[in-house]
């Protein structure tokens, strides 16, 4: 078991940032791999990016290679997407997930997941 908590959205311009956390509470995540995902209103839920917890690795997802960064804080136990120069087009709930093994793009493959953090981007 592995419990996720999502915080950090909030109503921001375009061209603001923003860095969401995760806390990760249950289980060690030594052999774990942590991700964010982020779902608009009618659309499908869209890979973010995702780290290997212990060795650090990452992958992210076309749209936001350049403007997002993923990173965990093992002592605190959380992840964190950092999200720069934000578009409306980044409008959406955000999630933080997590799987036991390798890194891995499809929401089909995490089983635990946070509730949900809002993000909106507008002028």
């Known amino acids: 078991q592995v419990q996720l908590t999502e915080s950090g959205g909030g109503l921001v311009q375009p061209g603001d940032s923003l860095r969401l956390s995760c806390a990760a509470s249950?289980?060690?995540?030594?052999?774990?791999?942590m991700a964010w995902f982020r779902q608009a209103p009618g659309k499908e839920r869209e890979f973010l990016s995702a780290?290997?917890?212990?060795?650090?690795?990452?992958v992210y997802a076309d749209s936001v290679k350049g403007r997002f960064t993923i990173s965990r804080d093992a002592a605190k136990n959380t992840v964190y997407l950092q999200m720069n120069s934000l578009k409306p087009e980044d409008t959406a709930i955000y999630y933080c997930?997590?799987?036991?093994?390798?890194?891995?793009?499809?929401?089909?493959?995490?089983?635990?997941w946070g509730q949900g953090t809002q993000v909106t981007v507008s002028s």
């Open positions: 780290i290997r917890w212990t060795w650090g690795n990452t």
């Open positions: 249950g289980r060690t995540l030594t052999l774990y791999t």
């Open positions: 997930t997590s799987r036991l093994g390798e890194l891995a793009t499809m929401a089909s493959a995490y089983i635990y």
